[in-house]
């Protein structure tokens, strides 16, 4: 999948505004960026994008929660290239991309029922 349907990109649009509202002390730019960042991520491997822009939100929400306190990071949201955090990164993309596959499998399992 190279594109956000009009539905999904809707959504989307919406997220960077919710994570502003949770941490106020980050540029609007720099979630906007990270947000970014994380659909192509997503999007290169999805075979549909109903949950992508949900799926992005979790993403940098936790980056930016796992981020120490007063110390910008990379865009000004991830902690940058200390111990530790080309794991951690490693990790949240695994799990993300384990959840578009959860998500893949249940409904190819409702489709078969019906």
Known sequence: MQQLTLKAAKRLEQVPRALAAEFPTVPLEALEHELAERVHQLVGSAHFDDFIPLLAHRAVRARLRDAPAGRPAHGGVSSG??????RRQQVEEA??????????RELAGAGSRS
Do not use: F, N
């Not at 290239?81 to 080309?86: D, L, S, V």
């Open 81 to 86: 290239p200390g111990r530790g955090e080309p």
């Open 95 to 104: 799990r993300v991309r384990g959840g578009l596959a959860d998500a893949e």
